[in-house]
Structures are given as structure tokens and as C-alpha cells.
């Protein structure tokens, strides 16, 4: 049998409206650029699992933030993706973690994270040899001086903290009590920021600038059994200022706690710390506020006026009370990699590295960092990183200083 | 430091030795019955440990907004009651586990079965961690007390000076599991069935041919050492906060407190316990705080090489 031609017409009109339809289709969809993928090493198992939940949190709030509002621009409104990498309980994990994520997603453009600074220092031996650009919160001045090319070290060090947070809290006091402080009790863990926060209290002349005699001077292994030797010699000495420098949750309870005991907590003892833990939600799970009322920490992030809307969204997707400097800082360091691959305009983990020390911004993903602009020393160093004071004021740790971003006055603590 | 004040902060460390090492003496009491009858090395002791801790912690906050349940010492109730819910626990555990490589079914195995049960408890361990990190999450909680940051004052002992603090919940804690080494102790002494477990310890042959099922020597046995552990983790639930994890921290010094008292011992290892927590506080009031650790296990290294049965390992097992 023979069709007619009209028969053939009409077949090949079909075929030809289908193969259209289909290219109208699925044309846009192979033209969406292929997501740029970024990774986080934090730990999520182990005992610090928590902290690396609520940096996964704020790294993701701004990965939803960056693709909602069009992704990468310079590529075509690539959209990110983030790949997250458990970082462990232990150096030996974070490090092991790395090697995977390097050897597993080659086609990783930069990462951020891992908590600790001795985890950060191990993390970064392997980034380092990937041509990987890893941003970091860790306090550590090591990070920053083994002459690495691809480490980016957000926040202020540690050195730097203690070396000019001193005077500013001296100076506080003196205004607060009319009194200058003249002896200091050092109790601290042998964690790496905190022996990189006191180092030039201890082996450099911030004692001898300051007119500071130093009192007691213990270091401890984490964790702790029991703060009572601990917080003995600090009631033995009576110091005028005590730098307590727990870098746990469990450790903190068990000092100011122990403080409580004695009759020198409740802010009879100006008391200051270093890092986050000291500021920390769970805390409150674990122990009254009043007990922490009054207590200080100097840190390299913390929420500040003019973020109140993703400090809400956050608190509001995350169920946590407030947005720590853990949280703040993946959010903004999601933000710098968009940054950078916006300058970079193509995928490729050394082009980021390379506008990563390029960049010179103050406004954007400045706005996540103290200072309110970026740019990395040759060695890795972000040049306008400053301290920040937080400071337990009536249940919660708010931003104390400096009084320009502040969300409340400091009140130092009355003997 | 003058010697008064030096004296001060020696009896202040010497109480918090007394009562950390108290609360020690008591888990190791657990981890060497179980050693004691079974001849089992269990690494999962310290996450036991921590299932005393989360039940003590989930008890409380479930029951403790009510009117009865709400007093300052439901805390210690709750965690002396962990003790027979994890006895359960840890006869379910033997019951399903621990019986394929132990006792009768040890032999068959290679090494006596001590390759199997290493691995074993070791995997438990591991899959109690992370089953407890899905399920209670990675929050570190604590039992809520106003006694943890209370003390008693004594003194002054000494004109206006030395002045010693006592935490109250740490005391309360530790005259309870003095209690619960002693009620144990003479139970296992005195009872019918202390003495079949302490027969099934002792010879597993002849305690078979007199009668008593070794089997169900070890079940008990194991599910007592689970629950005494337990019964610790839950009086150590106000004063530290824990996680999933917490485990670890505490199986090493126990293995140090049994194996230092004498392996298979309870009076040993009690004091083995007691031992470390004194030694670990006290070494603070004379050594850098870091050195706190060095010193147990100088202790312990010494005892091994002058004395390899532990100080209380002579004669007596499970007695």
C-alpha cells in the first residue's frame, strides 16, 4: 500500500514540531552553567560536632542566599553548590578528611572551615599542596607564617587579639572602676589559639606595656575533671583581672562554675576570655545565666548592627538563640568565594586563589567581617581584621566594642 | 606562696581529689566485675557510662517540671535508678551479643575468643557513639543543679585563713556511690548469687558441675558492671556536661583504676579509682596543671613494674 504524500507531510511536520519543542524545552536547561562547587571541613562527629553543625548552618544560609539572588554573575549565573566534609575529633581525622576532599572533589574552587586551629593547621598542609584556597576563622598565627600561598585567615590572629585587646580592656576598666588593673591571672587550655592568644602576653612585653604584674599562670589539657586546683590558685592571688581561656563549652561550665563556688564569680572577678566558647548558646543549656553575667570574650566575628535580617533568618532556619562568630564567619566566607569567582570569571581553584589575594572590597561580603573590608596580605593575613568584645548582658552575649558597630555599651563588671 | 597558703590549696585539691576519685572508684567497680567474672576487656563500658548520663538527663527533663519530681536531689534519684535500667540494657546486650564470644562459645574461637571480644566491644563502642550522636544530637547538656555550683564552707581552720570549699553536689554524689560500692560489695559477698558469680569467676569448669549456669553468671555479671557504670555517669550528670562522646574521656581512667587496684577485684578497684581522682587533683597543687595526666600514669606504670597484680590483686577476685 501506498500513503499519500500529504501522509508524509504531516510525519515529517510532526517530527520536525517535536524535535523544536524539545530544543525549546531542554536548550535552556544545558545552558544553565554547571554549579561551581566549594567545600566545608568542619567537625561534625565528635565533640565538637555542634559547632561545625552551626558553621554547615551559616555556610548554607549563604549558599541559598547567593544562588536565590542569580548565583555567580561573571559565569553565566552559575548557581553554588557546597560539599561538606566531617572534620572529626582529632587532628589525625581532620587531616585524613582533607586528603579526601582533595582527592574526591578535584574540581572543588575553594573551601572554608575546621573549627580549631590545630585542626585548621593540619587541614591546610593538604589544601596547600591542591592549590586549594581554604578561608579560615581559626585564631593561629601560625596559619599565616609558614609562607603558604593559599590560606586566607579571616579574622583577626590571636596575637593580634591579645596584643591590642589588653590596652582597650585596661582602658575600659580604668573609665568603669576608676582603677587601673595591676595584676592579671592567666588560666588557660593548651589549645593552639589560645597559647597563640597569650603568647605575647607572656613572652612579649604586653606585660611591661601595660604595668601588669602576672599572678597565676596555669595551662590545662582539655578536658578538664575538675577546675578546683585550677580556680584555687586564682582565689589564692585575688587578681585584679582574670584572662580565663577555656576553648570548650564543657570546660567553661566547669571554671565558672568552680569561680561561683569560690565567691569570685557573678562578676566580683572582671573576667575575660577568647573565642567563642565563652559565648556560646550551649552554655545557657548547661548553666544559669547569671553565672555568666558580666563575662567578656574577645573575638574575631560576632553579629553587629546593620545584620539584624540574616541574624534573624538565621536564628529562625538554625532554632539557634543567636548567630555566633562560627556561624557569621562561613556565611561570609561563602560570600568572599563569590567574591572571588566574580573576579576570577572562570571555575578554576588557582584563579580564585588569585583574586582571593587581589580583592580589595568594603561593602558586600566586607560587611561579614570587622573592619568592613577585604584584602589578604602576601602571607595570607586579612590587613583590616579587628578585635571584636563580646559580653554576656542579660542572658545574652552582645557585641560590646567597637562602640562604632557595638550592639550594646560595655559594663564592666564592679568588685 | 607562703606555707599556709600552700597548705590551703593542698586540702583544697586533697577534698576535690576525694570526691572526683570516689565517683571513679565506683565506674571502675563496674568495668572489674565485669572483667572479674567474664574475663571480658569492655571497651563499650564508657558509653554506658554516658546511656547513665542521657537517662538520668531525659528523666529529669521529662519529669522534672512536675510538682515531687522537681526538688534539688531528683537528680540523684534518677541516677541511681539508671543503674537497674541499664542492668536490662546490658543483660539485652549479652544476651544478643556478648554470649557468641564469651564463655562456652569462647573456646571455639580463635585466641580464646579475646579477638572477638575486643573487636566486639570495640564496635559497640563505636556504634553507641554515633547511635547516640543521631539520636540526642551533639548538644552537650548537663542535669540542671543549683548544688553544682554550690559549696560548703569549712574554716576558718587556721586563724582567719584556710578556708576549704566543698562542692555540695559532688558530695552528695559521693557519699551515694560509697553507698552503692558497699551494698554491692557485701551483696557480692554475702548472697547466694554473688557467690555463684564469684564461682563462675573463679573456676567456670567446677562452678558448671556444681550446678550453676555460667552463662547466666555472665549475663548478670555483665548487666551489674553496666549498671554500676551507669549509676557513676548519672551522678556526674549536674557537674559535667556531656555528649555522645563523653565515653572516652572516662574509659581510660577507669582501665588505669582497675588495672592499678588489681584486675577482678572490687575493693581495688574502688581504691584504684579513688586513687586516680586523688592523685590527678593533688599533683595539681605541686606539678603544672598540664602534668595532671603524667602523673597518674606515672603512678600507674610504677605500680605495673613494682607491683604487676595491681595494689589489691592478690588474693582477692571479685570479693
Redesign the interface.
Known amino acids: 500500500m501506498r500513503l499519500p504524500l500529504c501522509f508524509f507531510m504531516t510525519a515529517r511536520s510532526f517530527v520536525l514540531s517535536l524535535g523544536l519543542l524539545t530544543a525549546f524545552v531542554y536548550i535552556p536547561a544545558f545552558a544553565q552553567p554547571a554549579a561551581v562547587k566549594v567545600g566545608l571541613i568542619v567537625p561534625l562527629?565528635?565533640?565538637w560536632?555542634?559547632q561545625g553543625?552551626v558553621m554547615r548552618q551559616g555556610a548554607e544560609l549563604a549558599i541559598k542566599h547567593i544562588n536565590t539572588q542569580g548565583g555567580i554573575a561573571a559565569l553565566g549565573g552559575a548557581p553554588m553548590e557546597l560539599l561538606v566534609f566531617d572534620a572529626g575529633?582529632s587532628v589525625e581525622r581532620a587531616k585524613n578528611a582533607a586528603q579526601r576532599m582533595v582527592a574526591d572533589e578535584p574540581d572543588l574552587v575553594g573551601a572554608a572551615g575546621a573549627y580549631l586551629s590545630s585542626f585548621t593547621l593540619a587541614v591546610t598542609e593538604v589544601t596547600e599542596r591542591a592549590s586549594l584556597s581554604m578561608l579560615t576563622l581559626s585564631y593561629s598565627d601560625l596559619l599565616t607564617t609558614r609562607g603558604f600561598y593559599y590560606v586566607f585567615q579571616t579574622s583577626a590572629s590571636g596575637a593580634y587579639q591579645s596584643t591590642n585587646a589588653l590596652p582597650i580592656l585596661l582602658d575600659i576598666a580604668t573609665a568603669a572602676s576608676g582603677a587601673r588593673p595591676k595584676t592579671i591571672a592567666i588560666v588557660m587550655d593548651?589549645t593552639a589559639a589560645s597559647v597563640a592568644f597569650v603568647a605575647p602576653i607572656k613572652e612579649g612585653s604586653a606585660l611591661k606595656d601595660n604595668n601588669l604584674e602576672l599572678v597565676v599562670d596555669?595551662?590545662?589539657?582539655p578536658?578538664l575533671?575538675?577546675a578546683?586546683?585550677?580556680i584555687?590558685?586564682v582565689r589564692?592571688a585575688r587578681p585584679d583581672l582574670l584572662l580565663l581561656l577555656p576553648t570548650t563549652?564543657?570546660d567553661s561550665?566547669?571554671l565558672l562554675?568552680?569561680m561561683?563556688?569560690?565567691g569570685l564569680?557573678r562578676g566580683k572577678l572582671p573576667t575575660v576570655s577568647n573565642g567563642s566558647a565563652m559565648g556560646d548558646p550551649?552554655l545557657l543549656?548547661?548553666?544559669?545565666a547569671a553565672?555568666l553575667e558580666g563575662v567578656m570574650s574577645v573575638v574575631g566575628n560576632w553579629s553587629l548592627r546593620g545584620q539584624e535580617g540574616i541574624i534573624e533568618e538565621y536564628k529562625n532556619i538554625s532554632g539557634e538563640p543567636w548567630m555566633t562568630q562560627n556561624a557569621l564567619s562561613e556565611y561570609g566566607h561563602m560570600w568572599l568565594l563569590k567574591e572571588a569567582l566574580e573576579l576570577a570569571g572562570v571555575a578554576d581553584k588557582k584563579a580564585v586563589a588569585e583574586a582571593l589575594h587581589k580583592m580589595d572590597i568594603s561593602n558586600g561580603a566586607a560587611s561579614y567581617f570587622p573592619g568592613n573590608r577585604v584584602r589578604f596580605a602576601a602571607d595570607g593575613k586579612r590587613i583590616d581584621a579587628q578585635l571584636l568584645v563580646i559580653q554576656w548582658q542579660n542572658g545574652v552575649p552582645v557585641s560590646v566594642y567597637p562602640d562604632a558597630t557595638a550592639m550594646q555599651k560595655i559594663k564592666w563588671p564592679a568588685p | 606562696m607562703d606555707v599556709v597558703q600552700y597548705i590551703e590549696n593542698f586540702l583544697q585539691s586533697f577534698a576535690a581529689g576525694i570526691l572526683t576519685g570516689v565517683i571513679y572508684g565506683l565506674m571502675c567497680v563496674g568495668l572489674t566485675v565485669i572483667f572479674g567474672v567474664m574475663r571480658v576487656i569492655n571497651f563499650a563500658q564508657g558509653e554506658f557510662m554516658m546511656l547513665g548520663m542521657y537517662f538520668t538527663y531525659f528523666m529529669f527533663s521529662w519529669l522534672g517540671g512536675y510538682p515531687f519530681f522537681d526538688g534539688l536531689y531528683f537528680p540523684f534519684v534518677l541516677a541511681l535508678l539508671a543503674g537497674p535500667v541499664l542492668f536490662g540494657v546490658g543483660n539485652l546486650v549479652h544476651r544478643g551479643l556478648l554470649q557468641k564470644v564469651t564463655g562456652q562459645n569462647a573456646s571455639r574461637l580463635e585466641g580464646g575468643g579475646h579477638y572477638a571480644q575486643l573487636v566486639l566491644t570495640f564496635g559497640l563502642a563505636l556504634v553507641l557513639q554515633n547511635g547516640g550522636l543521631w539520636l540526642f544530637g551533639s548538644t552537650l547538656v548537663s542535669v540542671p543543679s543549683e548544688l553544682s555550683y554550690s559549696a560548703w564552707e569549712m574554716g576558718p581552720l587556721y586563724q582567719d585563713r584556710i578556708i576549704i570549699f566543698i562542692n555540695q553536689n559532688q558530695s552528695i554524689a559521693a557519699l551515694l556511690a560509697l553507698a552503692v560500692v558497699l551494698v554491692f560489695a557485701r551483696y557480692m559477698a554475702r548472697s547466694r548469687l554473688g557467690k555463684s558469680l564469684r564461682a563462675a569467676a573463679d573456676n567456670p569448669e567446677a562452678a558448671v558441675y556444681m550446678g550453676i549456669d555460667v552463662s547466666r553468671a555472665h549475663r548478670i555479671a555483665f548487666g551489674f558492671g553496666v549498671g554500676i557504670t551507669a549509676i557513676g555517669g548519672g551522678l556526674l550528670a549536674s557537674n559535667a556536661p556531656f555528649q555522645p562522646y563523653i565515653g572516652t574521656d572516662y574509659v581510660i581512667i577507669m582501665y588505669a583504676g582497675v588495672v592499678m587496684g588489681g584486675l577482678g577485684s572490687i575493693r581495688g578497684a574502688f581504691l584504684g579509682g579513688l586513687s586516680i581522682g586523688i592523685l590527678q587533683q593533688v599533683s595539681a597543687s605541686f606539678l603544672p596543671n598540664q602534668l595532671q595526666n603524667t602523673m597518674i600514669f606515672t603512678c600507674f606504670l610504677l605500680t605495673i613494674l613494682l607491683r604487676p597484680q595491681g595494689l589489691f590483686g592478690l588474693r582477692e577476685r571479685v570479693a
Do not use: Y
Not at chain 1, 218 to 221: A, D, G, K, P, S
Open positions: 562527629s565528635g565533640p560536632a555542634r553543625q575529633d593548651n596555669e595551662v590545662f589539657t578536658p575533671a575538675n578546683t586546683s585550677l584555687q590558685r589564692a563549652v564543657s561550665k566547669l562554675e568552680k561561683n563556688e569560690f564569680g550551649d543549656q548547661n548553666m544559669p553565672l
